[in-house]
């Protein structure tokens, strides 16, 4: 009895004296693994701190791209813009550039009559001193002396006709209606000069502006057919390239594009120089058509 109370004194000294010891490793693993993970939640602290300060520069730097292409998008905008307006800019001086050259085409083929006329009034005068010594010589018609005689046969003279006006009054004032907007009053002052004087230099020109009459009022049909009438009895005639460029844009409105493409393309081909070509040009840039310079280039 007394050895066993000895025995359990002293396992239970044993376990005193060994437990502190064990109480003491686990603290000490606790502590190890509380800062362990204290150091690992500092860790990614740093690293979330690290990745949202990344964040925010990639941030920037996707709104600055965004911006800038912004801007990009918007000089391209406004260069297709300016472009844009360049070309209708280019086409409006165009025509005015080709009103104009028209304009004084018409006063040089109006000069040209004038001198033309001069001319002309010039020569009967030199012919009428020409003739004033032959008319003196002439003898008195007998039976009566001192009296000029009627020759045998000649016929009493026949009131004289009514004449047209002379062809540059007809022809200014169809010009001063058309250019007034008085249409239907320049296309019979057109008609007339046509009637009277269709063999005067200025009839291709009279030619050219009913067929524009004719345009302007929407009878692109008839404008065609006139358009052709100053190509083939006038082609030398300087309102032959701008009656080839108003057949094709009259053949566009019939909606025949082929015909109308082709003769943009014939215009260009005879007349490469003028401004009616360089219109056509324009035109079939805007059809998408292909214009004769640039098929031979190819």
Same mark, same amino acid.
């Given at each position: 009895? +007394?050895? $066993?109370?000895? #025995?359990?004194?002293?396992?239970? #000294?044993?376990?005193?004296?060994?437990?502190?010891?064990?109480?003491?490793?686990?603290? +000490?693993?606790?502590?190890? *693994?509380?800062?362990?993970?204290?150091?690992?939640?500092?860790?990614?602290?740093?690293?979330? =701190?690290?990745?949202?300060? $990344?964040?925010?520069?990639?941030?920037?730097?996707?709104?600055? !791209?965004?911006?800038?292409?912004?801007?990009?998008?918007?000089?391209?905008?406004?260069?297709q813009k300016a472009l844009?307006?360049?070309? #209708?800019? !280019?086409?409006?001086?165009?025509?005015?550039?080709?009103?104009?050259? &028209?304009?004084?085409?018409?006063?040089?083929?109006?000069?040209?009559?004038?001198? %033309?006329?001069?001319?002309?009034?010039?020569? %009967?005068?030199q012919q009428a001193q020409?003739?004033?010594?032959?008319?003196?010589?002439?003898?008195? %018609?007998?039976?009566?002396?001192?009296?000029?005689?009627?020759?045998?046969?000649?016929?009493? =003279?026949?009131?004289?006709?009514? &004449?047209? /006006?002379?062809?540059?009054?007809?022809?200014?004032?169809?010009?001063?209606?058309?250019?007034?907007?008085?249409?239907?009053?320049?296309?019979?002052?057109?008609?007339?000069?046509?009637?009277?004087?269709?063999?005067?230099?200025?009839?291709?020109?009279?030619?050219?502006? *009913?067929?524009?009459?004719?345009?302007?009022?929407?009878?692109?049909?008839?404008?065609?057919k006139d358009y052709d009438?100053?190509?083939?009895?006038?082609? @030398?005639?300087?309102?032959? /390239? %701008?009656?080839?460029?108003?057949?094709?844009?009259?053949?566009?409105?019939?909606?025949?594009?082929?015909?109308?493409?082709?003769?943009?393309?014939?215009?260009?081909?005879?007349?490469? $120089?003028?401004?009616?070509?360089?219109?056509?040009? @324009?035109?079939?840039? +805007?059809?998408?058509? #292909?214009?004769?310079?640039?098929?031979?280039?190819?």
């Amino acid at each position: 009895m +007394k050895t $066993r109370t000895v #025995t359990i004194v002293a396992l239970l #000294t044993a376990m005193l004296a060994l437990g502190p010891s064990t109480a003491f490793g686990v603290n +000490k693993e606790m502590v190890q *693994l509380q800062t362990q993970v204290q150091a690992l939640q500092d860790q990614m602290s740093r690293m979330q =701190q690290s990745f949202d300060e $990344r964040m925010g520069v990639m941030k920037n730097l996707i709104e600055q !791209s965004t911006d800038n292409v912004n801007k990009v998008n918007g000089a391209i905008l406004d260069l297709q813009k300016a472009l844009q307006q360049q070309h #209708t800019d !280019s086409g409006a001086r165009a025509d005015q550039l080709s009103g104009q050259v &028209q304009s004084l085409n018409d006063t040089l083929d109006e000069l040209k009559t004038r001198l %033309a006329k001069i001319s002309q009034q010039l020569d %009967a005068v030199q012919q009428a001193q020409t003739n004033l010594p032959a008319a003196g010589q002439q003898q008195m %018609a007998p039976g009566q002396p001192g009296q000029p005689g009627q020759p045998q046969g000649q016929q009493p =003279q026949q009131p004289p006709q009514p &004449q047209a /006006p002379p062809p540059d009054v007809v022809y200014n004032n169809a010009l001063r209606d058309y250019n007034a907007g008085r249409y239907d009053l320049a296309s019979q002052e057109f008609t007339d000069y046509m009637k009277f004087y269709p063999n005067t230099d200025l009839a291709g020109n009279a030619q050219f502006y *009913l067929a524009d009459l004719e345009y302007r009022q929407g009878n692109y049909e008839q404008a065609v057919k006139d358009y052709d009438r100053v190509l083939q009895d006038y082609p @030398d005639g300087n309102k032959a /390239p %701008a009656a080839q460029l108003k057949k094709g844009y009259a053949l566009l409105e019939l909606g025949q594009r082929s015909a109308g493409i082709r003769e943009l393309n014939g215009l260009i081909t005879r007349y490469p $120089r003028s401004i009616e070509a360089q219109q056509a040009k @324009d035109r079939l840039r +805007k059809l998408g058509g #292909t214009s004769a310079s640039s098929a031979r280039q190819r």
